[in-house]
Structures are given as structure tokens and as C-alpha cells.
């Protein structure tokens, strides 16, 4: 028999990635309602209020395990600092892909509150999650695209093996209500 773990608690050097709870929703509006955080994200909105975090939470309650998986990361000190999320994203079928077929890859994002910007924990959340997809998840691919306009998330990516894969594409932010030029990256394990 095939045991899916559903809430992994992945440790890293200063932080635990959970499963987020009811409890979490006040911390998570509160990282998500800044503006600068949700205009750098796609599916953000802003303003950002307390239902919808509590309507993130009780999505990632109800995910499929087998195909997303979301996490808050929870600093040992500070508390919840910003989630990370594994999700399928719908990409145009290429040539491996069986007519008529589209195929689903795996997509990271991920966020870190701004008071907490520019210590690593961004970097640390995304190398944990992705040993873990490699190592327990089975994922040997995963996909990730920052706006062109948001070098940081570009680094921490970069820092986390990550390569450009040479596409640029526009992706809608939901904060902005635009289209936005966005860079596309690759992870291979
Ligand atoms: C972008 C974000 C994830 C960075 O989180 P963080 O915890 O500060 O990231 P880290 O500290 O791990 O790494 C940030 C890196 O970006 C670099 N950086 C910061 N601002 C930069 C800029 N304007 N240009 C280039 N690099 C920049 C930092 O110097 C650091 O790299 P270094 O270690 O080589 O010096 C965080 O600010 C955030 O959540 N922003 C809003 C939401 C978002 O952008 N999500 C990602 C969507 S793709």
C-alpha cells in the first residue's frame, strides 16, 4: 500500500515548512496585505484580508497531495514568516506531449514578510522544499518564473539552482490588475 504523507513538516536550519493551520490566518493576511509583497506575486490580491487567508488555508487543507502541496514557513523565533507552495501549472504541450494533451509541470512560489526580507530564509525555504520534492516527492522537474521588475526573487531562485531557461513571458498579477514581463526558470534535480 501507498502511504501519502499530507502534511510533511520539512526542517530547515531555522525554520519548519508545515501544513498551515486556522491559527496561521492572521499572520499570513498580514505578510500578504503589504502591497509590496502581493504586486511581486501573480496570484495575490490587494487588498488582501482575512478571508482570504482563511480561504488559502482551508484550500490547502483540501488539496490533492499527490499534485500540491503548500507550507507556511515557520521561523524558530520569529513565527510564521511567509508560505512556499508546489502546484501544477498548465503549460503549452510541446512535442512529448500526446494531440490534444496539455502537460502539467510542477510550479514553486513562495513569499518571505518584509519585515524579514534579506536574511536567506527565502533561499533556505525554497533549497528545504526542493530536497524534500527530490527526495520524497519524486519530483525530478519544477518550473518557476519571477517579473522582471523583482531581481531579488531572481537571485534566490539563482541561489537555489535554478537556471533561465531563456523564455520571457507575460504573466498576469492579480494585485496589479496587468500584465507583467516575466522571466522564466528551471529546476533539474
Ligand atoms: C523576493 C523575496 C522572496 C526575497 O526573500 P528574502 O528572504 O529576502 O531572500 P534571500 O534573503 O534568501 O535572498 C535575496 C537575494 O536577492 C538579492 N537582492 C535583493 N534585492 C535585490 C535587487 N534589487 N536586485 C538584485 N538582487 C537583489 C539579495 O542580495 C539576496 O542575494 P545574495 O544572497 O546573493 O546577496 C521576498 O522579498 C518576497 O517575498 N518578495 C515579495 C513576493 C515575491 O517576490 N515572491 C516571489 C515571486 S516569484
Known sequence: MCLIETSPEIQTRRTVLRAP?????????????????????ARMPHPYALTDAEGWIGRAQGQDPRVERNFVIDHDEEGVVGMISLFPSEQLADEATPPGRSAVRTELGYCIGASWAGRGL????????LGWARRDWSRRVVSAGHFADNPASGRVLEKAGFLYTGERRS???????AWVASRMMVWLA
Open 21 to 41: 493551520e486556522a491559527v496561521d490566518a492572521a499572520r499570513i493576511a498580514a505578510v500578504c496585505g503589504d502591497l509590496a509583497v502581493a504586486r511581486m506575486t
Open 171 to 177: 504573466l498576469f498579477s492579480r494585485a496589479r490588475g
Open 122 to 129: 527565502a533561499t533556505e525555504a525554497v533549497q528545504g522544499l
